[in-house]
């Protein structure tokens, strides 16, 4: 059975960071890209990030810079690291394999940034 776990949210003050965890198992990770998406309130959730099984990064224009996706085959895990924090990122974070591929969402990670 496909299991992600996220983790590593919190609260952090603007120009702060975090770094979100990605936990999976039930499937052969290191075969898999890998994205971490968001969540608004209201919305539907969005595309933050992605990564290649390997390696290769993409983001959305609005992170660039800032975010950074990683992965360790190892551990089965894929991270983002969230430097330089905005209001506007505070959101539920995500992870999931790509469209087409997509497991069943896991709880998510609150992101609040506010002062």
């Known amino acids: 059975q496909v299991q992600l776990v996220e983790s590593g949210g919190g609260l952090v003050q603007p120009g702060g960071s975090l770094k979100l965890s990605c936990a999976a198992s039930?499937?052969?990770?290191?075969?898999?890209?890998m994205r971490w998406y968001r969540q608004f309130p209201g919305e539907e959730r969005e595309l933050v990030a992605h990564?290649?099984?390997?390696?290769?990064?993409n983001y959305v224009d609005s992170v660039k810079g800032r975010f950074t996706i990683s992965r360790d085959n190892a551990k089965n895990t894929v991270y983002l690291q969230m430097n330089s924090l905005k209001p506007e990122d505070t959101a539920v974070y995500y992870c999931?394999?790509?469209?087409?591929?997509?497991?069943?969402w896991g709880q998510g990670t609150q992101v609040t940034v506010s002062s």
């Open positions: 999931n394999r790509p469209s087409g591929f997509m497991a069943s």
């Open positions: 039930g499937f052969t990770f290191s075969i898999y890209a």
């Open positions: 990564i290649g099984s390997a390696g290769g990064t």
